[in-house]
C-alpha cells in the first residue's frame, strides 16, 4: 500500500475524511484486499489503544457503574452484573498488564554530573541520553551498573539493557544471572560476574570480562564465544578481535562515590579557579585541558575526563598518541611537569606521559616523562648521569611509591626537576615521593614530542590523560599539594 | 442480578460463557471496530452483541467456535448499527460492510495474536508517544484541547496519532513475522 492509500485509511479513523476523499476510500476498500485487511488490523490497534486509555483515565468509573443514563433495556438490567463482573474482571487483568509495563527496571543510586537523572529515578523502557557524568543503577535483580557519558541507552527488561553508545561496567550477582547487554555490534550475556562493554560513538563494541565468564555474540554471527575473566573481544562485521583487558577504562560503583562526594564539594569550581590562575603563571610553557575543542593532531579517542562532560584524550591501540609542540629550542634550567592520569592498565615495559621526539646525543637535556614496568615514574634528560648514591639501578631517576593502588582512577602525576641544584623531585597526588639527585643536570630541552606514547618505538600509555601542564620553574611541595587538591575530581 | 452467581465446583453456563467472552471479546471488538470506526457507537453493537450472545449461548455446541458464532451475530448487529446511523453521513456501504465482516470473520486467530503483540508493542514506544495515545484514546478525550495543550495544531496532532498507529502495526506485523519464523 502506498501512503497515500495509508493516508486515507488513517483519515478514515480519525474521522477526519472530506467527502470526496471518503468516496475515494470506499472504492479503495472495495478493490484492494490489502487494504482491507490493514484497516481491520489498524482498527485491531485503535481497540488496544482505547482499552489502555481506559485504565489510564477517570473514566473507568463510567464504565463500572451502571450506565442509568443510557436508558437500558429490561433485558439488559438482568444483564448488567454478568457484564459489570466481566468488565471488572477485564479491568483487572488489564490493570495488571499495564503495572507490567510501568514495572521498574532498574533505579539509579548513585549520579556525577548527569543532568537526565537524579538519584531515586525509575528506569523503565524509556531511551536515555546522557551527554556528561556517569550514573550507577540497580536492576530490579540486583545487577549494579554503571554508565559512563557520552551514553545512549534503554532498558527492554530488567536483564537485557540497549547500549547503543557509551561505557558500563556490571556486577551482576547470581539472581540476576542472564543479564544481557545488546549492542549495534553484538550482545554480552553474563553468566554471573564483572564485566565491561564499551560501545564508541564509532567503531566496534568491546566485552572486557574483569571476573567470571560472559557469552559474547556477534550480530550476525550464529557461534557464540566464551570469555572468562582477563578476555576482551571487540565485535565487528559478525565476527570477533581478541583486545588487551583494559578493566580500569570502566568507572566502577567504588569509584561513583569519590567522584559524586568531590563534584557536590565544588571541586570542579576549584579546579577551573586553579587553571586560571596557573594560565597567568608568567613561567607557564603549556596547559593542555583539551576544553577547547580544537582538534588536536595526532590518533587518539576523546573521552570524558576528570569532570562530567569534560573531554580527554584516550590511547587504547599500539601507535595511538597526541602530538604536542611547544619550546623549540629554548632551554629550561628548571622545569614542572604535572598531569591528571587514568591508568587502564600497568606492566607495560614504558607508558609514555611526555616524550621528546628521538633521543639523540645532540640534544642534551631533552626530557622523557614516563610510567616504568616497576608501575613508578621516571624522568629520564638526555646526556644526564645519577650521582653517585642515587638507589636507582636503572640509570636514571625513578619515583618510588608503585601507582597500582591508582590504577582505574584519576591520579595527579607530577615532577620537578632542577638542573641548578641538580635534583628531580617526583610526587604522586600532591604527596611528594622522593628526590632523586643528578651528577651532570643539563637544562631541560623540549620541542617537538608526543604525549601518550614515543615516535620511535611503542610507548604508548592505556588510559587518559587530563590537564597536562609543563611550567618553566620548579614548584613548590605547597604549590604541588594546591595544584593536586585544587584538581581533585574524588572526596 | 442474583443470577450470574455461579456456584464453585458446579459447571455453570454463565461461567462457560464469561470465559469465552473475557477471552475473545477484544478481538470481536477490533472486528466490530473495522466496520465502523465510531467509538460510542462499537460500544452500542457490543452491548447488543454480549446480550444476543449470551442469550444464544446454549445452542453453541462447540466452544472452539466461539469466535467465529460470535462474529455471526456481530455481523447482524453491525449492518444493524449501520442502518440507524446512514442517513447523513458517511457510512461504508452496505456490500463493504459485509465484505470486511466476512474477511474478518476468518482473522479472530490473527486479531487475538495482533492484540497479544500490541502490549509489548505499546510498552516499547516511547513515553511521550505512549502517553499523547493514550490521552487521545481515552474516552471524552477532546482532540482540539489535546492538540492546544501540545501546542500543535488538530491536523498535525492527527498526523502524529496515525504515525503511532502505523509504527504499532509495523511492531505488530513484524512480531508475528518473527513468531511465525520460530522453531
Known amino acids: 500500500m502506498n501512503q497515500e492509500q495509508l493516508d486515507l485509511l488513517h483519515g478514515y479513523l480519525n474521522g477526519s475524511l472530506n467527502e470526496p476523499d471518503f468516496a475515494r476510500l470506499q472504492s479503495l476498500l472495495q478493490e484492494n484486499a490489502d487494504a482491507r485487511r490493514t484497516l481491520r488490523s489498524l482498527s485491531t490497534v485503535e481497540v488496544k489503544l482505547s482499552q489502555l486509555a481506559l485504565l489510564h483515565s477517570e473514566a473507568v468509573r463510567v464504565w463500572v457503574d451502571p450506565p442509568r443514563e443510557r436508558g437500558l433495556s429490561t433485558r439488559w438490567h438482568s444483564w448488567w452484573p454478568l457484564t ?62 554503571v554508565i559512563e557519558a557520552p551514553a545512549e541507552f534503554r532498558f527492554e527488561s530488567a536483564q537485557r539493557l540497549w547500549l547503543m553508545k557509551g561505557r558500563l561496567s556490571a556486577e551482576v550477582p547470581p539472581a540476576a544471572k542472564g543479564f544481557t547487554v545488546v549492542t549495534p555490534s553484538g550482545d554480552a550475556v553474563d553468566l554471573g560476574t564483572r564485566f565491561g562493554v564499551d560501545v564508541p560513538a564509532n567503531g566496534a563494541a568491546e566485552i572486557h570480562v574483569f571476573q ?59 579546579s ?14 603549556a596547559l593542555l585541558d583539551f576544553e577547547s575543542g580544537e582538534a588536536q593532531p595526532g590518533v587518539f579517542y576523546t573521552v570524558q575526563g576528570r569532570w562530567p562532560g569534560s573531554r580527554a584524550p584516550e590511547f587504547v591501540h599500539v601507535g595511538d598518541h597526541l602530538k604536542l609542540d611547544v619550546g623549540g629550542e629554548s632551554e629550561w634550567p628548571q622545569i614542572t611537569l604535572a598531569a591528571w592520569v587514568r591508568l587502564d592498565r600497568l606492566g607495560a615495559p614504558y607508558q609514555s606521559l611526555l616524550h621528546t621526539d628521538g633521543w639523540n646525543d645532540d640534544r642534551p637535556g631533552q626530557l622523557h616523562w614516563m610510567v616504568t614496568r616497576h608501575t613508578t615514574m621516571r624522568l629520564a634528560l638526555r646526556g644526564n648521569t645519577l650521582a ?27 615532577t620537578v626537576y632542577d638542573a641548578g641544584a641538580k635534583t628531580v623531585r617526583f610526587y604522586l597526588n600532591g604527596r611528594f615521593d622522593k628526590e632523586t639527585r643528578q651528577s651532570i643536570a643539563h637544562p631541560a630541552k623540549l620541542g617537538t614530542a608526543q604525549i601518550g606514547n614515543w615516535d620511535r618505538q611503542d610507548r604508548k600509555l592505556s588510559g587518559r590523560v587530563d590537564e597536562l601542564l609543563l611550567l618553566g620553574r620548579a614548584m613548590s611541595d605547597e604549590e604541588i599539594v594546591a595544584l593536586f587538591e585544587a584538581g581533585n575530581p574524588y572526596r | 442480578m442474583e443470577s450470574a452467581k455461579p456456584s464453585p465446583g458446579s459447571p455453570d453456563p454463565n461461567e462457560g460463557f464469561l470465559r469465552l467472552w473475557m477471552r475473545h471479546e477484544q478481538e470481536l471488538r477490533a472486528f466490530v471496530h473495522a466496520c465502523i470506526p465510531q467509538a460510542a457507537e462499537v460500544d452500542e453493537v457490543m452491548q447488543e452483541v454480549s ?4 442469550r444464544k449461548f446454549p445452542t453453541l455446541m462447540d466452544p472452539e467456535q466461539f469466535p467465529r458464532w ?75 484541547q489535546l492538540a492546544a495543550q501540545m501546542g500543535r495544531t488538530e491536523g498535525s496532532l492527527y498526523q502524529l496519532l496515525a504515525r503511532i498507529r502505523q509504527e504499532l502495526l509495523r511492531c505488530v506485523e513484524r512480531t508475528l513475522a518473527q513468531e511465525a519464523h520460530a522453531p
Open chain 2, 51 to 54: 446480550v444476543v450472545a449470551w
Open chain 1, 212 to 270: 567470571g565468564e560472559v557469552i559474547a555474540k556477534a550480530s550476525g554471527n550464529a557461534s557464540n564465544q566464551s570469555l572468562r575473566g582477563g578476555d576482551a573481544v571487540a565485535m565487528n562485521g559478525g565476527g570477533s578481535t581478541a583486545r588487551e583487558l583494559r578493566s580500569s577504562a570502566f568507572i566502577q560503583p567504588d569509584e561513583m562515590h569519590g567522584l559524586s562526594a568531590g563534584l557536590a564539594a565544588g571541586q570542579r569550581a576549584r
Open chain 1, 84 to 145: 459489570a463482573s466481566a468488565v471488572c474482571l477485564g479491568l483487572m487483568m488489564s490493570a495488571w498488564w499495564w503495572q507490567a509495563s510501568q514495572r521498574v527496571f532498574a533505579t539509579v543510586v548513585n549520579e556525577v554530573g548527569v543532568e537526565e537523572l537524579t538519584n531515586g529515578s525509575s528506569l523503565r523502557g524509556e531511551t536515555q541520553w546522557l551527554k556528561g557524568g556517569s550514573v550507577e543503577l540497580v536492576s530490579a535483580r540486583g545487577a549494579r551498573i
Open chain 2, 70 to 144: 460470535a462474529c455471526l451475530i456481530a455481523r447482524y448487529e453491525i449492518l444493524m448499527a449501520r442502518r440507524r446511523h446512514a442517513r447523513g453521513r458517511l457510512v461504508l456501504d452496505e456490500t463493504l460492510v459485509e465484505k470486511l465482516a466476512e474477511e474478518g470473520a476468518e482473522e479472530m486467530s490473527v486479531r487475538h495474536r495482533q492484540l497479544d503483540a500490541l502490549d509489548s508493542c505499546i510498552g516499547k514506544l516511547p513515553r511521550e508517544r505512549r502517553e499523547v495515545a493514550l490521552i487521545a484514546y481515552a474516552p471524552q478525550a477532546s482532540m482540539k
Open chain 1, 272 to 285: 577551573e579557579a586553579a587553571l586560571t590562575d596557573m594560565r597567568n603563571d608568567p613561567a607557564l610553557i
Open chain 1, 388 to 414: 653517585p648514591d642515587s638507589e636507582e639501578k636503572e640509570m636514571y631517576p625513578d619515583s618510588r611509591t608503585s601507582v597500582l593502588p591508582e590504577q582505574g582512577r584519576w591520579m595527579h602525576l607530577a
